[in-house]
């Protein structure tokens, strides 16, 4: 159970993906590895051969300077060179002459190059100077690498000097360094991972207190909060979750209101028509008044009801019917409706000309909202004007009331549902949606409201929307 636990979890997860990740760019690396340190051998021991060569040419020369050219002097030369030579491990100095071994150190020679050996039968036949790298299937022996000088008694050739290596002893030793590299490697990166796993647990401590949070979420308690601290992912992830959560717990908060404020819209309409019928006797004047007093219930009822189906349906994206509309007999029809609204200074201020996309009921019903409200909050002598304009590709419509005006606190939630302002000097008719529904259909045409308000100076609702819907 444990072992499953530990396995399942996700700073386990990572480490296992990275420690399979640098076992394979280690199994890919070791044998690269391996080649690049065999070529640097070989290299090396080039240099070796070329500086032995040097060597016994350098003695050769001199030799052939200041004694006499016969076989003996050869052969005496050559017993003298042996005397100082001293080879390496692995190194081998061979002398042929007459086509035969003459002598070597050491003087004990390996299979492949003993005296009836192919390559030894091979240098004999040599006339030049020849260097080359021979690889042989025996791991003892690895390669043979040699270089070859050519004898001559007056000028007549008379035998070989060859300097050979076989590079099987230093590719072993090269083996054995990369072994214990490897070996190295392993316990570095086995610690590092252990290490890596024990500090990950406070690295991804962030993410487990965000499991454990929204676990605790539920729809009774939204204001557990992660702690940010630091920054870098971990930090924008807790600062992210906290304001989505700031955001779901406004929704909730909104539609929970949405719902308290709808229900007692509801509540207070029904409670009248239920107290009217209760106490209703059979004196027909008496029923016909409770009758009226109930169908006009049940229309505000209705005109709720629609206020809300029209808010929901606000967000379909079939909720416009988009035609094209010339803006001067718009405002020019719009005008004539708003008057009839009530007894105010009524003013067309100025008419825009030029044609915009919209839907034609759902912009008119937005201002005659906004120019019921203005008549709302306006006394008969006030005056409310009507204005637009087309400039910078944008339609500008606007109301402008010399009213009560709108507190700076109210200017932002007046745009909400049932909202109205604190200082009103009489209530509205309405349920508190109207302004929430012209909020909806300019925003459903690509568009936003500007509100500019005074107390006891008056307001202006703008409506700025694209010449096209986007």
């Known amino acids: 159970m444990w072992f499953k636990r530990l396995t399942g979890e996700t700073r386990t997860r990572i480490l296992l993906l990275y420690a399979m990740t640098m076992l394979v760019v280690m199994a890919g690396a070791i044998p690269i590895f391996r080649i690049f340190l065999f070529m640097e051998v070989d290299n090396r021991v080039r240099e070796d051969l070329r500086e032995e060569l040097e060597t ?21 030369f050559l017993e003298g060179f042996l005397e100082e030579d001293l080879t390496e491990d692995d190194n081998f100095h061979i002398f042929i002459l007459d086509d035969k071994l003459y002598r070597s150190n050491p003087r004990a ?15 004999k036949t040599l006339r030049e100077p020849v260097r080359d790298i021979l690889p042989v299937p025996d791991p003892d022996v690895g390669s043979v690498l040699y270089k070859t000088h050519i004898l001559k008694v007056n000028g ?8 050979v290596h076989l590079s099987a002893g230093e590719r072993k030793e090269t083996l054995e360094g990369v072994y214990a590299f490897v070996r190295v490697a392993m316990v570095v990166v086995l610690c ?6 024990l500090g990950s647990h406070q690295l991804l401590k962030p993410v487990k207190h965000l499991a454990v949070t929204a676990k605790n979420i539920n729809e009774s308690d939204l204001s557990h909060r992660l702690e940010v601290d630091g920054s870098g992912e971990l930090a924008l992830l807790a600062e992210t979750f906290n304001a989505m959560m ?4 406004n929704a909730f908060d909104s539609q929970r209101n949405f719902l308290n404020d709808a229900s007692h819209e ?37 005109r709720f009801v629609n206020d809300l189906v029209l808010l929901a349906k606000s967000e379909r994206p079939d909720f416009l019917q988009l035609e094209t509309i010339d803006l001067e007999p718009f405002t020019e029809e719009l005008f004539s409706k708003i008057t009839a609204l009530g007894d105010r200074n009524w003013q067309l201020s100025q008419v825009g000309r030029g044609k915009f996309v919209a839907d034609r ?31 910078k590709g944008q339609v500008r419509m606007w109301i402008r009331d010399t009213g009560e005006g709108i507190a700076q606190t109210d200017q932002q939630r007046i745009f909400e549902r049932f909202a109205r302002t604190a200082n009103s000097y009489r209530r509205s008719e309405g349920a508190g949606l109207g302004l929430a529904i012209v909020s909806a259909i300019t925003e459903a045409h690509g ?13 202006t609702f703008s409506l700025i929307l694209p010449l096209e819907k986007p």
């Open 246 to 249: 700031d955001r779901v717990q």
């Open 156 to 163: 007549i050739f008379r035998g070989q000097f060859v300097a």
């Open 447 to 459: 568009g936003h409201i500007e509100l500019t308000s005074k107390l006891g100076v008056g307001s």
């Open 109 to 123: 020679l390996p299979a492949v190059i003993q005296p009836d050996s192919d390559l030894m039968q091979e240098w």
């Open 56 to 76: 016994f040419q350098e003695a050769y020369e001199t030799w052939e300077a200041t004694s006499p050219s016969t076989i003996e002097s050869l052969k005496a």
């Open 361 to 391: 009921q759902r912009l008119t019903g937005a201002l005659i909202n906004i120019a019921q409200n203005a008549a709302q909050h306006t006394k008969p002598n006030d005056t409310i004007e009507l204005g637009t304009t087309i400039a």
């Open 192 to 197: 590092s991972l252990l290490l890596a796993w």
């Open 266 to 302: 509801l509540r207070t309409p029904i409670t009248i028509i239920q107290g009217h019928l209760e106490l209703m006797d059979d004196d027909p004047k008496e029923q016909q008044e409770t009758l009226e007093l109930v169908m006009d219930e049940l229309d505000r009822m209705g």
